[in-house]
């Protein structure tokens, strides 16, 4: 009988253990033997729930119990989590966890502990939610050399650019309909400045790169600026407007940003709206490959975690390879980025527009008599905010994505 625990009895936690319950004949036929939750560790008691009598509030009695294979770590935050993971490899209990935030600060470590105790340090749920990711870069794509990741990794941000471009709503407007519909935190600064976002790609960088790329270094712009008539500009452009997570392999290192870009309708990018998140793959010989699916949610992040559990299940006492080394990987300095901006400008300084940018088409918009916007030419960030500083009238820009 594999026996596991669970580290926080919230929404993926509960989530973990509904899908146990759900699935289990499936799950057990998969593992080839029966699977228990025997210890739910949580600070609260949960009366009338059904696993109201698996609740403990000392980890050690989860540690120290030696019929306990497999623990899944659904607290979230950086500490106590990161603590009690590693204890819990170094005692040779795998670890399958949904949290971004420890992820990001401690992936290679923690799996690195786990080759070293035999067991194993699994992810899948920390990027994606029920998006399988994790395990394809990990084993299907492992004859690849991916030189790019691109996604819209956080569906909070995705549902309130979808509400703002359907229904012309404002930012303000549509966060607070994100967050009547649970969608969003009372404080929703990780979303929407793009935080949640970073770390996720900080993670698929370091898959990417097989070294450990620090989410700190990684520039970080979130949605707080997009407005109605930047979506009136993209439609009249056939556009569309998506917070991106991107890194890229480039001759000299490697490239990684999180802000919002107008794209195509023809991107495969641009068809995914509401909560949905879509991660595009480019590998150097396989070519574009995309994964799409609910980025978040109580199932379908529980589902990933309890994915990963059925593979410690399968291979106990084997470690799963991972090539994610401590080594850290320095990053372009983003002012280097090469890239394309739609601008707007105050008509005022339409003289000087033309000066900087030179022969642009200019696009108007009957709601906005007073400014006009036009796509640049392509130049580096630094370039572009050399020019910017000369606009008195400028209004505002959008990175284009080809």
Not at 94 to 121: D, F, Q, R
Not at 262 to 284: H, Q, R, S, Y
Request: with cysteine; proline share 3%; glycine share 8%.
């Amino acid at each position: 009988m594999a026996k596991i625990a669970i580290l926080g009895y919230g929404t993926v936690g509960s989530g973990v253990a509904e899908v146990i319950d759900t699935n289990r004949s499936l799950i057990e036929k998969r593992i080839k033997d029966t699977l228990e939750v025997k210890y739910i560790l949580d600070l609260r008691e949960f009366p009338g729930d059904p696993n109201e009598d698996k609740v403990v509030h000392d980890v050690n009695v989860i540690l120290e119990d030696p019929e306990i294979s497999i623990i899944c770590e659904t607290m979230g935050g950086n500490e106590p989590a990161y603590t009690f993971s590693k204890k819990a490899l170094q005692a040779g209990k795998s670890v399958c966890t949904s949290n971004k935030e420890l992820v990001a600060n401690h992936g290679a470590e923690l799996i690195a502990l786990a080759e070293k105790n035999k067991c194993n340090y699994l992810f899948e749920a920390s990027v994606g939610g029920g998006i399988p990711i994790i395990r394809p870069m990990n084993s299907a794509l492992t004859a690849e050399r991916v030189v790019e990741i691109s996604g819209i990794l956080n569906g909070t941000t995705n549902y309130i650019l979808t509400k703002m471009e359907r229904e012309g709503a404002r930012f303000e407007d549509a966060l607070k309909e994100a967050q009547d519909k649970g969608y969003a935190e009372r404080n929703p600064e990780a979303d929407v400045e793009g935080y949640d976002a970073c770390r996720k790609i900080a993670i698929l960088s370091s898959l990417m790169s097989g070294k450990t790329v620090d989410f700190k270094q990684i520039y970080t712009e979130g949605i707080t600026a997009v407005t109605p008539a930047d979506f009136s500009y993209a439609a009249k452009l056939n556009m569309t407007i998506k917070l991106l997570a991107m890194a890229k392999e480039k001759e000299d290192g490697y490239l990684a940003a999180v802000a919002p870009y107008m794209i195509t309708k023809e991107n495969p990018l641009a068809g995914v709206n509401d909560v949905f998140n879509a991660v595009f793959v480019k590998g150097n010989t396989l070519g574009d490959s995309m994964y799409y699916g609910r980025g978040a949610g109580k199932l379908p992040t529980a589902s990933a975690v309890v994915g990963d559990v059925v593979e410690c299940a399968r291979n106990f006492g084997e470690h799963l390879p991972c090539l994610w080394e401590e080594e850290n990987v320095s990053l372009k300095d983003f002012s280097s980025a090469k890239g394309r901006f739609f601008v707007r400008v105050n008509k005022v300084d339409e003289a000087k527009a033309n000066e900087l940018f030179g022969s642009v088409e200019k696009i108007y918009l009957e709601n906005y008599p007073e400014e006009f916007g036009f796509m640049s030419g392509e130049m580096t960030e630094a370039e572009f905010e050399q020019k910017k500083a000369q606009l008195s009238g400028f209004v505002s820009r959008i990175r284009l994505k080809d």
